[in-house]
Nanobody, 121 residues
């Protein structure tokens, strides 16, 4: 069993900051890519930012210069530091991780349940 536990969402005014965290736990032996996606009401889920085990990052153009993804491999945790937040950043933010399972050695993708981020104007 695998769990991705997200925290750090909430309500913030435009221009403010939030930091999301996501810790992976369960029966896996290694983690490759971790990251964040978001889904706003009436829209499809979209990439926010990802980071590989080698700390190579990828992020959406809409958040470059404002959001920073990082990870702590010792804690199996990925972070998303969000600065200069805008109302259009309002969405449910989902954690994602590629995990190598202990029981068969295969890689599988897992999602967290999501955490709400609301930016007021």
């Amino acid at each position: 069993q695998v769990q991705l536990a997200e925290s750090g969402g909430g309500l913030v005014q435009a221009g403010g900051s939030l930091r999301l965290s996501c810790a992976a736990s369960g029966s896996f032996v290694s983690i490759n890519t971790m990251g964040w996606y978001r889904q706003a009401p009436g829209k499809q889920r979209e990439l926010v930012a990802t980071i590989t085990s080698a700390r190579r990052t990828n992020s959406a153009d809409s958040v470059k210069g404002r959001f920073t993804v990082s990870r702590d491999n010792a804690k199996n945790t990925v972070y998303l530091q969000m600065n200069s937040l805008k109302p259009e950043d309002t969405a449910v933010y989902f954690c994602y991780a590629e995990l190598r399972m202990a029981w068969d050695g295969n890689w599988s993708g897992y999602w967290g349940r999501g955490t709400q981020v609301t930016v007021s104007s």
